[in-house]
């Protein structure tokens, strides 16, 4: 009764612990039992054999069970949150790793077969090239992009230096036989939008030409024609601060100040269009851009010289701009006016010009007109006048 007893709970099941059936009990056991037809002698040991063998069964089938619940245990452990993966570990990251190549594969999912992976496997660096090719076509394009862009300014900056020095040239040779008008005309205008229309008069005649334009831009060829053309103003601006701001722009400026300076000790004004009144301007309007006076306004522009303006409210005392009559117009009236008073110096006739465009009752500036070409001839002879008077009294 009690080998029954030690059997029947060593095959019952306990928590981490393996079952064992009862065809893995000892040969020994099975033999004697088969063994009926021996001396009653034998059946006695036998009884006493099989009595201590049902205490040496109890004692291992305690030894089991307490190895069964030691077993569970440490699997419930092992298996417990301690050992579970951590599910906060964000999967966007590996995710993008694998598609740039830069991760190993995961391992594959039920139900996934060996061909699958190897395909994963091989598209992973097949799109990584894909996107490094992208990535070197790309920079490519860019860094050609900037260097035409760089091209262009350059261009436009050696083109203001040789008109800097073209006009700086003629001014030297005028002084050489400066003759008695004691007035020059330079119809010459140096400003953004008159480079900008050296630009942009080819190029923006036909739609090829502007599509070549853009991509020479690094832009869009299918671009507007509005956006392309603020592109290249913008590229054009950049090149006159770049020139202003050179060695090469600085000294030209230097030597171009320095000649105006012999001007005013030979008495005679230089005249110069103070904006660029060409045909870009009636193409911003046709495109509706707007933009700033500066775009037009000339480099020549300079104090020690008479510019004419687009507006009465331009220019200052110090830089006097006058509006109302052409470039020729106005030298024939300086012209005239040191006729009627030839001890008119450059800046008395600009100030003359300045109160003559000036309407002293509402404090505003008004265009040159026959009322004021008159008003100025008249200020010239009252100042002759105060002159010989300072003559005669000294």
């Not at 040496?56 to 619940?69: H, K």
């Not at 229309?197 to 005649?205: D, I, M, S, V």
């Not at 010289?305 to 109302?324: D, H």
């Not at 006016?337 to 500036?365: I, M, V, Y």
Request: proline letters at 6%.
């Amino acid at each position: 009764m009690s080998v029954r007893l030690a059997q029947a709970q060593a095959m019952i099941p306990r928590p981490g612990a393996s079952v064992r059936g009862p065809q893995e009990q000892p040969r020994r056991e099975s033999s004697k039992s088969e063994s009926g037809g021996k001396s009653s002698s034998a059946g006695g040991s036998s009884s006493a054999k099989s009595g201590g063998a049902g205490k040496s069964g109890g004692a291992r089938g305690a030894q089991r069970q307490e190895g069964m619940e030691a077993g569970g245990s440490v699997g419930a452990r092992a298996g417990g949150f301690d050992g579970m993966p951590d599910k906060n570990e964000p999967q966007a990251r590996a995710r993008l790793e694998l598609i740039q190549g830069e991760a190993p594969l995961p391992p594959p999912q039920q139900g996934q077969g060996v061909p699958q992976r190897a395909a994963s496997m091989a598209a992973a660096p097949e799109l990584s090239r894909e996107r490094k090719v992208v990535g070197r076509e790309d920079s490519g394009a860019e860094r050609q992009a900037l260097e035409s862009r760089a091209k262009l300014r350059a261009a436009v900056m050696d083109r203001l230096l040789a008109g800097m020095k073209d006009v700086h040239a003629r001014l030297s040779q005028f002084l050489k036989n400066p003759g008695r008008l004691g007035v020059v005309n330079l119809s010459l205008v140096l400003s953004e939008s008159s480079i900008t229309h050296e630009l942009w008069k080819e190029p923006g005649a036909t739609a090829e030409g502007r599509a070549h334009l853009a991509r020479m831009l690094g832009l869009d060829p299918a671009l507007d024609e509005a956006s392309l053309l603020q592109a290249v103003m913008a590229e054009v601006h950049q090149a006159f601060v770049d020139f202003q701001a050179s060695r090469p722009g600085q000294e030209i400026r230097q030597q171009y100040e320095a000649v105006l300076q012999r001007y005013e000790a030979v008495n005679v004004l230089p005249i110069v269009p103070g904006h660029d009144t060409g045909p870009l301007l009636a193409e911003l309007a046709r495109l509706g851009i707007a933009h700033e006076k500066d775009f037009s306004q000339s480099l020549l522009v300079d104090p020690r010289l008479l510019a004419v303006g687009l507006s009465a409210e331009e220019g200052s005392t110090q830089q006097v701009m006058v509006a109302g009559l052409t470039v020729p117009q106005l030298g024939t009236l300086v012209a005239h006016l040191r006729r009627l008073n030839p001890r008119l110096t450059n800046r008395q006739l600009c100030q003359l010009l300045l109160l003559a465009s000036t309407d002293l009752k509402n404090a505003s500036r008004k265009l040159l007109g026959q009322a004021e070409v008159e008003q100025v001839q008249e200020l010239a002879r009252q100042l002759l006048r105060l002159q010989a008077v300072e003559l005669l009294f000294v």
